[in-house]
């Protein structure tokens, strides 16, 4: 019944900017911590950014400054703005919704997002 559904990856040259949208569905969205995570071919999925029901928001060392995650909760979606993308960013970004002392963790199906000129 829960459903995180990713939107907005895509192809763009270095330098391009992309937002990506995540809709959810089947959870309460005000108090859930979500979160954009990515996984590269052969790597771990790592941390990208998280935004806690009150707004506090953490990001990975390697998109501060580039990347802006938001939300908004009357429209159960969380957002990912890149700007400045790198060649590097390319990977599948994955939507995370947690609950309150972990008592739920769901995952999107992914987006794919290549940067490459």
């Known amino acids: 019944q829960v459903q995180l559904v990713e939107s907005g990856g895509g192809l763009v040259q270095p330098g391009g900017s992309l937002r990506l949208s995540c809709a959810a569905s089947?959870?309460?969205?005000?108090?859930?911590?979500m979160g954009w995570y990515r996984q590269a071919p052969g790597k771990q999925r790592d941390l990208v950014a998280t935004?806690?029901?009150?707004?506090?928001?953490n990001y990975a060392d390697s998109v501060k400054g580039r990347f802006t995650i938001s939300r908004d909760n009357a429209k159960n979606t969380v957002y990912l703005q890149m700007n400045s993308l790198k060649p590097e960013d390319t990977a599948v970004y994955y939507c995370?919704?947690?609950?309150?002392?972990?008592?739920?963790?769901?995952w999107g199906q992914g987006t794919q997002v290549t940067v490459s000129s």
């Open positions: 089947g959870i309460i969205f005000g108090r859930s911590t």
């Open positions: 995370n919704a947690r609950g309150y002392y972990a008592a739920f963790n769901y």
């Open positions: 935004i806690t029901s009150g707004g506090s928001t």
